[in-house]
């Protein structure tokens, strides 16, 4: 009998791999588009967009093809940023369709030379697809497909594939030749209402096939329909149309393809402002929501252990810290031991201040877009409508940036302004625009319309440069300008020596599963973004993906606090650099995981493609980095501010929240004679500091010690407890020295508080 060449179905991890329609999404759904009424005759338009490939990720303009040319000559459709970056090339198209009317055409003849030939042949082995719009909607090809129980589900796949390769199993195919589908069947829905005049169109499919037309007599290229087609109408005993380039044994080089059409209208239920969710829903959300509770049940065990610190641990630590005993306390070990160090400022504070205010800029764009996206304002309707916006809310954000940058440069005692800021501004934006341009010079040398034009990037650069920046230093401004909080605890001048840490205290470790508990919390909804980027899919589960989103952020605060405490209570006191490392490993983990998705899930071909593929997982593990550890930098901070601001580290209250004033124990040395000296005896835990009691004073009292040793630990001595020290022996307490005896005592005694410190430690 007839026989056509059909669609083939989706694989069944293009299934899983489908996007689908939140229905809080779907609650708020605004098409963005005003709809359009046709009357019977009325002219629809279909225009061409480009060729895609999930085997090489690299697009092409439709007419790059030797495609049949429209009447009125290639004309350019108004393209907006996103479309421009997606390598959208959208023209005018030769295939004339008019409202209501159900008829059959030939297009044309192309005479195929062999380099036109093998072009057809490579896109179609590289399993290219054809991409057209009508009315603002996508084609799509209706497939098929059986789940495992049985049951049949429609799907929509966009566009059409451009031909297929011969193969054993399909009749009248040669293997290894390629076939193109020459032939379209139109299949346009439409919709009436008694709301308005006329009919929206709410459907658009596509059928593909490959028909080897003949004909009788001449051919007529002005007047192709007259020209008497042999196979028209299109029957199922009809050949595929073969692209042969070279000539070989029982095979015939292709030397022109006959393209042709018809359309067909269909009435349907669907209205128009739901005409997008066959394009949408694409499968069960069930996925979704087991993504959902395998995150939260990570929250919750994080939750429990942040619990337990907080509650338990913290407050018996803060309750026996706060003590009015000292003397235990004198070689007490724990977080609060490194209170005088807790605050030093890190190396490379200014990259530091740089990444996380550009963590802080892409927080807030990835947040605005999601929550616009999911209110249904950057619909799939509006073509590159959410990149183009995305790109404008990272631009905005440059006002936070700076702040943020500044404030925590500000609270570190920065003095670098000027550099922390020019960070914010040009490093890692810098790092993705260098990526960018390097690898726009390959997909340029492919002729791929996926390469950015020249006015594009100078667009880009004037954004980064003009905006951006100017931004980022407005907010830096404002950032340095506003008061800063006093620190809780006061700073050394003298570090302390960290102690030896274990293995599982190392940064490596730590970074290890600070990432993996953030990434474990989000990797299933990552699959479907990444098949939704990679396999060329809609994308439009913003509610879940809100949802996910809000989990991850506490995943990383919680985790950061954890690895915190645990790194302060081993008298590590270096937790700035940590805190963004440990939660911005899953950027780690994503990048990881790209190589996994690459051998599981990608068939590309060549090396540009994986040249693409690679350079844009690196960016957008990059970002995935710079937003986690922002978000656990940010939540480390606030802990290590809350909990030294909580305990007492002198006899006079907790400094800088109304305790006494701090005193260096040096200051203290003038007033001992020249003749003391101070013996270093004993194992740490055993070192004592004698003094020689002055001329007519009285030997020294243990709190007067007490009060000599912590000095002398951790670098402050509050002055009341110094006047009580002194009141022990007198107020006067012997003859001041001269200048000289007095220089020499101090250093003297420096140079023993220095050795004391590291026979202690």
Same mark, same amino acid.
């Given at each position: 009998?007839?026989?056509?060449?059909?669609?083939?179905?989706?694989?069944?991890?293009?299934?899983?791999?489908?996007?689908?329609?939140?229905?809080?999404?779907?609650?708020?759904?605004?098409?963005?588009?005003?709809?359009?009424?046709?009357?019977?005759?009325?002219?629809?338009?279909?225009?061409?967009?480009?060729?895609?490939?999930?085997?090489?990720?690299?697009?092409?303009?439709?007419?790059?093809?030797?495609?049949?040319?429209?009447?009125?000559?290639?004309?350019?459709?108004?393209?907006?940023?996103?479309?421009?970056?997606?390598?959208?090339?959208?023209?005018?198209?030769?295939?004339?369709?008019?409202?209501?009317?159900?008829?059959?055409?030939?297009?044309?003849?192309?005479?195929?030379? %062999?380099?036109?030939?093998?072009?057809?042949?490579?896109?179609?082995?590289?399993?290219?697809?054809?991409?057209?719009?009508?009315?603002?909607?996508?084609?799509?090809?209706?497939?098929?497909?059986?789940?495992?129980?049985?049951?049949?589900?429609?799907?929509?796949?966009?566009?059409?594939?451009?031909?297929?390769?011969?193969?054993?199993?399909?009749?009248?195919?040669?293997?290894?030749?390629?076939?193109?589908?020459?032939?379209?069947?139109?299949?346009?829905?439409?919709?009436?209402?008694?709301?308005?005049?006329?009919?929206?169109?709410?459907? =658009?499919?596509?059928?593909?096939?490959?028909?080897?037309?003949?004909?009788?007599?001449?051919?007529?290229?002005?007047?192709?329909?007259?020209?008497?087609?042999?196979?028209?109408?299109?029957?199922?005993?009809?050949?595929?149309?073969?692209?042969?380039?070279?000539?070989?044994?029982?095979?015939?080089?292709?030397?022109?393809?006959?393209?042709?059409?018809?359309?067909?209208?269909?009435?349907?239920?669907?209205?128009?402002?739901?005409?997008?969710?066959?394009?949408?829903?694409?499968?069960?959300?069930?996925?979704?929501?087991?993504?959902?509770?395998?995150?939260?049940?990570?929250?919750?065990?994080?939750?429990?252990?942040?619990?337990?610190?907080?509650?338990?641990?913290?407050?018996?630590?803060?309750?026996?810290?706060?003590?009015?005993?000292?003397?235990?306390?004198?070689?007490?070990?724990?977080?609060?031991?490194?209170?005088?160090?807790?605050?030093?400022?890190?190396?490379?504070?200014?990259?530091?201040?740089?990444?996380?205010?550009?963590?802080?800029?892409?927080?807030?764009?990835?947040?605005?877009?999601?929550?616009?996206?999911?209110?249904?304002?950057?619909?799939?309707?509006?073509?590159?409508?959410?990149?183009?916006?995305?790109?404008?809310?990272?631009?905005?954000?440059?006002?936070?940036?700076?702040?943020?940058?500044?404030?925590?440069?500000?609270?570190?005692?920065?003095?670098?302004?000027?550099?922390?800021?020019?960070?914010?501004?040009?490093?890692? %934006?810098?790092?993705?625009?260098?990526?960018?341009?390097?690898?726009?010079? +390959?997909?340029?040398?492919?002729?791929?319309?996926?390469?950015?034009?020249?006015?594009?990037?100078?667009?880009?650069?004037?954004?980064?440069?003009?905006?951006?920046?100017?931004?980022?230093?407005?907010?830096?401004?404002?950032?340095?300008?506003?008061?800063?909080?006093? %620190?809780?605890?006061?700073?050394?001048?003298?570090?302390?020596?960290? %102690?030896?840490?274990?293995?599982?205290?190392?940064?490596?470790?730590?970074?290890?599963?600070?990432?993996?508990?953030?990434?474990?919390?989000? =990797?299933?909804?990552?699959?479907?973004?990444?098949?939704?980027?990679?396999?060329?899919?809609?994308?439009?589960?913003?509610? =879940?993906?809100?949802?996910?989103?809000?989990?991850?952020?506490?995943?990383?605060?919680?985790?950061?606090?954890?690895?915190?405490? +645990?790194?302060?209570?081993?008298?590590?006191?270096?937790?700035?650099?940590?805190?963004?490392?440990?939660?911005?490993?899953?950027?780690?983990?994503?990048?990881?995981?790209?190589?996994?998705?690459?051998?599981?899930?990608?068939?590309?071909?060549?090396?540009?493609?994986?040249?693409?593929?690679?350079?844009?997982? +690196?960016?957008?593990?990059?970002?995935?980095?710079?937003?986690? *550890?922002?978000?656990?930098?940010?939540?480390?901070?606030?802990?290590?501010?809350?909990?030294?601001?909580?305990?007492?580290?002198?006899?006079?209250?907790?400094?800088?929240?109304?305790?006494?004033?701090?005193?260096?124990?040096?200051?203290?040395?003038?007033?001992?004679?020249?003749?003391?000296?101070?013996?270093?005896?004993?194992?740490?835990?055993?070192?004592?500091?004698?003094?020689?009691?002055?001329?007519?004073?009285?030997?020294?009292?243990?709190?007067?010690?007490?009060?000599?040793?912590?000095?002398?630990?951790?670098?402050?001595?509050?002055?009341?407890?110094?006047?009580?020290?002194?009141?022990?022996?007198?107020?006067?307490? *012997?003859?001041?020295?001269?200048?000289?005896?007095?220089?020499?005592?101090?250093?003297?005694?420096?140079?023993?508080?220095?050795?004391?410190?590291?026979?202690? +430690?």
């Amino acid at each position: 009998g007839p026989r056509t060449m059909r669609p083939t179905s989706l694989a069944p991890r293009g299934l899983l791999a489908a996007a689908l329609l939140s229905p809080l999404a779907a609650g708020f759904y605004l098409p963005g588009v005003a709809p359009r009424e046709y009357t019977e005759g009325d002219k629809v338009d279909i225009k061409v967009n480009k060729l895609t490939s999930t085997m090489t990720q690299l697009p092409y303009d439709f007419y790059s093809l030797p495609f049949c040319p429209p009447k009125d000559g290639i004309q350019n459709a108004v393209e907006n940023l996103g479309e421009v970056l997606h390598g959208s090339v959208i023209h005018n198209s030769p295939y004339e369709v008019y409202f209501g009317t159900s008829e059959a055409k030939v297009l044309c003849r192309v005479p195929l030379a %062999p380099a036109n030939a093998k072009k057809f042949a490579k896109k179609i082995r590289e399993d290219y697809r054809v991409q057209l719009i009508m009315d603002n909607l996508p084609a799509a090809t209706k497939m098929i497909q059986k789940l495992a129980d049985g049951q049949a589900v429609t799907l929509y796949d966009r566009g059409f594939r451009l031909g297929f390769m011969g193969a054993p199993e399909v009749p009248d195919t040669i293997p290894g030749v390629a076939y193109i589908n020459n032939h379209l069947r139109f299949v346009i829905k439409f919709h009436r209402s008694e709301q308005y005049t006329g009919a929206r169109i709410v459907g =658009f499919e596509v059928e593909a096939y490959s028909i080897q037309h003949k004909y009788e007599g001449d051919w007529n290229d002005a007047e192709p329909d007259k020209v008497r087609m042999l196979t028209m109408p299109v029957t199922r005993d009809l050949k595929p149309q073969p692209v042969i380039a070279t000539e070989s044994p029982g095979r015939e080089v292709t030397k022109e393809i006959v393209f042709s059409y018809q359309t067909g209208w269909e009435q349907s239920d669907i209205k128009w402002a739901s005409r997008w969710d066959l394009y949408l829903y694409m499968g069960d959300d069930q996925i979704h929501w087991f993504s959902i509770l395998n995150s939260l049940a990570i929250v919750l065990l994080l939750t429990g252990i942040v619990a337990m610190i907080m509650m338990r641990t913290l407050r018996r630590d803060l309750n026996r810290y706060n003590a009015e005993d000292k003397e235990e306390l004198a070689e007490e070990s724990g977080w609060k031991l490194v209170h005088a160090d807790v605050l030093r400022p890190p190396p490379q504070a200014a990259l530091l201040c740089a990444s996380v205010g550009t963590g802080v800029q892409l927080l807030g764009m990835l947040l605005i877009s999601i929550v616009c996206a999911m209110l249904g304002f950057l619909s799939p309707a509006n073509r590159g409508g959410l990149l183009t916006a995305t790109l404008l809310l990272y631009v905005l954000m440059g006002v936070p940036a700076g702040y943020v940058a500044a404030s925590v440069y500000k609270a570190l005692h920065g003095d670098e302004w000027a550099l922390s800021t020019a960070l914010t501004a040009l490093l890692y %934006p810098g790092v993705a625009f260098l990526l960018f341009v390097s690898l726009n010079f +390959f997909i340029w040398a492919k002729g791929s319309s996926g390469a950015i034009p020249i006015g594009t990037m100078f667009a880009l650069v004037a954004m980064w440069f003009c905006i951006s920046g100017p931004l980022i230093f407005v907010g830096s401004f404002f950032g340095y300008k506003a008061p800063t909080a006093d %620190p809780p605890v006061r700073t050394n001048d003298i570090p302390r020596e960290v %102690p030896a840490q274990a293995w599982y205290m190392g940064p490596a470790f730590t970074m290890l599963i600070g990432g993996i508990l953030p990434f474990g919390a989000v =990797f299933i909804e990552l699959f479907f973004i990444m098949t939704s980027v990679w396999q060329q899919r809609f994308y439009y589960v913003f509610g =879940f993906l809100m949802l996910v989103v809000l989990i991850l952020l506490v995943t990383c605060a919680e985790i950061s606090v954890v690895l915190a405490y +645990f790194q302060l209570c081993n008298e590590d006191y270096n937790w700035w650099w940590r805190s963004l490392l440990n939660s911005g490993a899953a950027g780690l983990y994503l990048f990881g995981y790209s190589f996994v998705y690459y051998g599981t899930q990608m068939d590309l071909v060549g090396v540009v493609p994986t040249m693409v593929y690679f350079v844009y997982m +690196f960016m957008a593990s990059l970002v995935f980095f710079l937003v986690t *550890g922002t978000v656990g930098f940010a939540a480390a901070y606030s802990f290590v501010w809350r909990i030294y601001g909580a305990v007492k580290v002198d006899e006079g209250g907790p400094v800088g929240n109304g305790g006494g004033k701090a005193v260096r124990v040096a200051d203290l040395w003038p007033r001992v004679p020249p003749t003391a000296d101070v013996p270093h005896t004993g194992p740490r835990g055993s070192s004592s500091m004698r003094l020689a009691p002055p001329s007519g004073g009285k030997p020294q009292s243990g709190a007067q010690r007490q009060l000599i040793r912590r000095g002398a630990h951790d670098g402050t001595m509050p002055t009341q407890a110094y006047r009580r020290g002194r009141s022990a022996h007198g107020s006067t307490g *012997g003859v001041p020295p001269d200048a000289d005896v007095l220089r020499t005592t101090t250093i003297s005694v420096r140079i023993s508080t220095a050795v004391y410190l590291a026979r202690a +430690f």
